[in-house]
């Protein structure tokens, strides 16, 4: 019986072999997402025989399997509900919200997750979007599992405390619910979303009510909250993505980086180090990309995000397969977990932050912050001046604040370890109207004046200047006496001020 047990694993393995070589033949691709995943479910032992057959020949009929690609996967309805009982389970760090509704009418639910949800404060605020291309939805899984981590270890795990007490984490597990309940790329007007968004070379869709609902809600989301860093998660290949998206030479492939290229090639290998095997890809070095040097596309939403709404944001490939098996969700979430915290952590863990101020009365100023070198500013808030600027570690930057009505400053700082803390107070400009006086008044009156001098007058006025001299000094020695000898501005110790 041994040996008829031996004969039939055999079978097994050969048949199973012949199935591997036959799907090659159809799927080029198969090789290197089916046959690899195969492999790692067996190691991890979260497969059933089932699902590896099926996921071996889901690339060769794809379109007769999709009722048993859904399988698994949270339904629109699931999803809303997943969402809701998250809120209740971890009200004490969430707040549940929708940004609008999508063709057909779903909500855009998203979660937001701090130790002070829904209150305005000087942290930086980090967005995840999901499931953008409909037919890509492991984003909207990995992001509900991101969600209930953080609520189940934000008091146990270093990390998880970090970006839950510094940070305002918002994630939306699903920016097209219609396009996924279609199994389809685009929206339920068959529009691709990431291809609708203004864009810097190609000036179509400047009307904001000719754009899609749910292109529309993003946008209006930015301008809600000031997001300082973002990544949207899609599926297909195993890279991080970073700006440009296009070039101007809208004809060809090549690497066109945007101004903040060192920052966003750093932002971009935290997640691909972080990844299991993203950073070892043999396709993209690094296992990150410049998008034009990829492939150029135009309308895409994360220049959008970099060019008008001031935030970072990546474009993040996490899976060779647009739809892999359900079965294989937990095995990506693994994969991909440390890449998404450093991601968010990466916000506090870096780059250089603080408030501007008047030297006036020591109110905040909504001032602008650059670099130099870098032909980009970083708006302050409103309410607290506070900002928040991303930068790739290195020796030295010069940083540079400024206010219309304000002298600006500038400093230099090191971010060769760690963030650097740094508080502006400006001093308004000087007012001129003396100078302007003195200047409407000048070319008229000088001649008379010389006259008026040498005229018999000219004792009467001498004493009279003799007296206001006098009266003068006495007038400042006064003020000397009655004059603290410093003023000092109120409010919390800063690292560093200027």
């Not at 440009?244 to 903040?260: L, M, N, V």
């Not at 803390?421 to 409407?440: A, C, G, I, Y």
């Amino acid at each position: 019986s041994s040996s008829s047990m031996v004969m039939n694993k055999n079978m097994n393995m050969n048949l199973l072999f012949f199935l591997v070589l036959f799907a090659s033949t159809i799927s080029p691709s198969f090789a290197k997402g089916s046959l690899q995943k195969t492999l790692v479910a067996s190691e991890v032992n979260k497969c059933s025989n089932a699902s590896l057959a099926r996921r071996l020949l889901e690339d060769e009929s794809r379109a007769q399997t999709s009722v048993d690609l859904a399988q698994g996967y949270m339904s629109n309805a699931d999803l809303e509900l997943a969402i809701k009982e998250f809120g209740q389970r971890c009200s004490n760090i969430s707040r549940i919200y929708s940004i609008g509704k999508s063709v057909n009418g779903v909500p855009l639910w998203a979660i937001e997750i701090s130790d002070k949800p829904g209150d305005e404060e000087t942290k930086p605020a980090f967005k995840y979007i999901g499931n953008v291309h409909g037919d890509e939805p492991v984003g909207r899984e990995l992001l509900i599992f991101l969600a209930n981590w953080l609520c189940d270890n934000h008091l146990k795990d270093p990390l998880a405390t970090l970006i839950v007490e510094n940070v305002h984490l918002h994630l939306l597990p699903s920016m097209n619910p219609d396009g996924f309940s279609l199994r389809k790329r685009g929206n339920a007007n068959n529009i691709d979303l990431n291809r609708d968004f203004p864009d810097q070379f190609f000036f179509i869709n400047d009307d904001e009510d000719s754009r899609q609902p749910e292109t529309r809600a993003i946008m209006n989301w930015l301008r809600d909250i000031r997001f300082t860093a973002s990544a949207t998660l899609h599926g297909g290949a195993l890279v991080a993505n970073y700006p440009w998206d296009g070039s101007e030479d809208k004809r060809w492939t090549k690497y066109y980086g945007c101004p903040d290229d060192d920052a966003f090639r750093f932002m971009a290998s935290i997640y691909s180090h972080s990844h299991y095997n993203m950073s070892s890809s043999k396709e993209f070095l690094g296992g990150i990309t410049n998008g034009a040097a990829w492939y150029p596309l135009y309308g895409g939403m994360q220049d959008w995000n970099y060019i008008h709404a001031g935030c970072f944001e990546l474009t993040l490939e996490i899976s060779d397969d647009k739809w892999p098996s359900a079965a294989e969700l937990p095995i990506l979430w693994r994969y991909n977990k440390m890449s998404m915290l450093n991601l968010v952590a990466s916000l506090v863990k870096t780059g250089v932050h603080g408030r501007i101020y008047s030297s006036g009365d020591g109110r905040p100023l909504p001032g602008s912050i650059t670099v130099g070198g870098i032909n980009y500013s970083v708006r302050a808030g409103k309410t607290f001046g506070d900002y928040h600027r991303l930068l790739a570690p290195r020796d030295k930057y010069q940083v540079v604040a400024t206010m219309p009505g304000y002298k600006s400053k500038n400093t230099t700082i090191w971010l060769d370890e760690g963030p650097v803390t740094l508080d502006f107070v400006l001093d308004p400009e000087v007012s001129h109207k003396w100078s302007v006086l003195q200047n409407v008044y000048d070319c008229n009156c000088k001649q008379e004046f010389v006259q008026f001098l040498g005229g018999a007058h000219l004792e009467v006025y001498f004493v009279l200047i003799v007296v206001l001299g006098f009266l003068f000094l006495l007038f400042q020695r006064r003020a000397k006496v009655k004059c603290s000898p410093s003023r000092q501005l109120t409010g919390p110790k800063r690292t560093v001020e200027v």
